[in-house]
């Protein structure tokens, strides 16, 4: 069973920053493609941002486009998502996912428990 840890997150004003990391406890991630997702109080989970195994190609949601940047480090098994000029909007629950496969987006399989991001105005 892979378990998936999710930290960084907290309190921030606007405009403000946090880096989100991702590891896993159990299992690996460093072969895996990996995704960032969110979910604000009474909305749908969203996309955040994703990136391949190597880290060469990623893909962000429009809103958080030139704000946000996903990377990961393999040695040690983890993946980051920097937040730069946070907004109140980017206010939610983190949620990092694993991928099925190395470069494919399509498929995923396990969830972290997430890590609350809040913004204030």
């Known amino acids: 069973q892979v378990q998936l840890e999710e930290s960084g997150g907290g309190l921030v004003q606007t405009g403000g920053s946090l880096r989100l990391s991702c590891a896993a406890s159990?299992?690996?991630?460093?072969?895996?493609?990996m995704g960032w997702f969110r979910q604000a109080p009474g909305k749908e989970r969203e996309f955040v941002a994703r990136i391949d195994w190597s880290g060469t190609r990623t893909s962000y949601a429009d809103s958080v486009k030139g704000r946000f940047t996903i990377s990961r480090d393999n040695a040690k098994n983890t993946v980051y998502l920097q937040m730069n000029n946070l907004k109140p909007e980017d206010t939610a629950v983190y949620l990092c996912r694993r991928g099925l496969y190395g470069s494919s987006w399509q498929s995923w399989d396990y969830w972290g428990q997430g890590t609350q991001v809040t913004v204030s105005s």
């Open positions: 159990r299992g690996t991630l460093s072969n895996r493609a």
